[in-house]
């Protein structure tokens, strides 16, 4: 039977980063994901922001062009706000290459990936899978998803509060699109949420989320009836995909650790409860969980766990969480054309592109990469 220092469950982007990190510290980390691809099953559209293109070290040319302009549409679809950055605020990846980067990079770091198995469950270190024999961890990392089978065996916390997303990507000519962020403020197709278009220079990816309380049609319904529509698209030149699932939003948990294991990306709810971005936190808290595993199994120090606390994570974003329950109060189509008829002022307009085009993170855990943005601009983040 293998035994491995820590045993990462689930190869994206949280997990192979976590990975990497903890083996360049020397340790014996061991990667397992049931997917048998990494380009396949893949739940996000691929949006980095520019807190962390300018924070980490993300491969350029599997990145689309960058994207400055956000158009916010009311239900009616009619004058849109248009907010205009003076940097490249957001670029859209090609995951599945993204996904098999990161996958180089920890297997060159000294980690194993093995994909086609299925964690089943733990228990005192043992670890079953379905396809593989067992094997025996120091720790456990849980980077398995919104809904977390890890988390449950561990103890720890679970994610209670969920959108559900999903998407259309096609092909699309080189050069016929223009850079733009479209976002559609309107319950009837994304309740709790909104429509989105944007494209990577490649595809073009048109999505909805909301709450699936609040969707009687189902998202795939959904979903196809503002593809038909939607502002922004370009037309398809290739085959069309689908992706989607659930996205966390209620926040970090509380309960991130214990001497078994831990939580990071979406099985710890490191997405942002306003926007539903979670690849810039993946990152961040994915440094901070490596940061402290690695001194937890160098000292047998439990105190040392008490660094990755979710409740003292959650005071950093207490706006987002507010905001995202005004956010889902929003139901009825009057109700939209009356926020966006409200962020016409010059107000709404600094609050949208502070939420938008501000420059904290969430949550802000790495003091390297504070410092050195503190340096060259103000935390302006909500």
């Not at 770091?109 to 089943?120: D, E, K, N, Q």
């Not at 849980?142 to 092909?171: K, M, P, Q």
């Not at 971005?277 to 937890?296: F, H, K, Q």
């Not at 606390?309 to 939209?336: M, Y």
């Amino acid at each position: 039977m293998r035994t491995v220092d820590v045993l990462v469950v689930g190869a994206g982007l949280a997990g192979l980063h976590t990975a990497r990190l903890l083996a360049l510290r020397g340790l014996d980390v061991m990667v397992v994901d049931r997917r048998r691809s990494l380009s396949t099953g893949i739940r996000t559209t691929g949006i980095f922001v520019r807190r962390t293109l300018d924070d980490f070290d993300l491969p350029d040319h599997l990145l689309g062009p960058g994207v400055r302009d956000v158009l916010l549409y009311p239900p009616s679809r009619r004058a849109p706000i248009r907010l205009t950055s003076d940097r490249d605020e957001y670029r859209v990846a090609d995951m599945a290459a993204v996904y098999e980067h990161a996958r180089r990079a920890a297997e060159s770091a000294g980690a194993l990936v093995v994909l086609g198995i299925r964690y089943v469950d733990s228990s005192m270190g043992l670890v079953r899978f379905t396809g593989a024999e067992p094997v025996t961890a120091r720790f456990i990392v849980g980077a398995d998803g919104a809904r977390s089978r890890v988390a449950r065996d561990l103890g720890l916390d679970a994610n209670r509060s969920f959108l559900v997303g999903a998407e259309i990507l096609h092909s699309v000519a080189s050069g016929t699109t223009t850079p733009a962020f479209h976002c559609v403020l309107d319950p009837r197709i994304a309740p709790g949420y909104l429509g989105w278009v944007i494209d990577d220079g490649r595809d073009t990816h048109v999505g909805v989320a909301g709450y699936p309380d609040a969707m009687p049609t189902g998202v795939r319904h959904l979903l196809d009836a503002f593809a038909a529509d939607a502002p922004g698209r370009a037309t398809p030149t290739g085959p069309v995909g689908r992706r989607g699932g659930p996205i966390p939003v209620g926040g970090v948990l509380r309960r991130l650790a214990c001497p078994a294991g831990l939580l990071v990306g979406d099985a710890a709810g490191a997405v942002s409860p306003l926007t539903a971005g979670g690849l810039d936190p993946c990152l961040r808290m994915s440094e901070l969980a490596a940061a402290v595993t690695a001194v937890y199994l160098r000292t047998g120090d439990p105190r040392a766990l008490s660094r990755y606390d979710g409740s003292a994570l959650r005071t950093r974003f207490r706006g987002r969480l507010l905001l995202r329950r005004l956010f889902a109060g929003i139901r009825s189509p009057a109700a939209a054309e009356a926020v966006v008829s409200a962020l016409r002022s010059r107000a709404g307009r600094a609050l949208a592109a502070r939420i938008l085009f501000g420059d904290g993170s969430f949550p802000d855990v790495n003091p390297r990469l504070r410092h050195a943005r503190s340096a060259t601009s103000p935390d302006t983040s909500v």
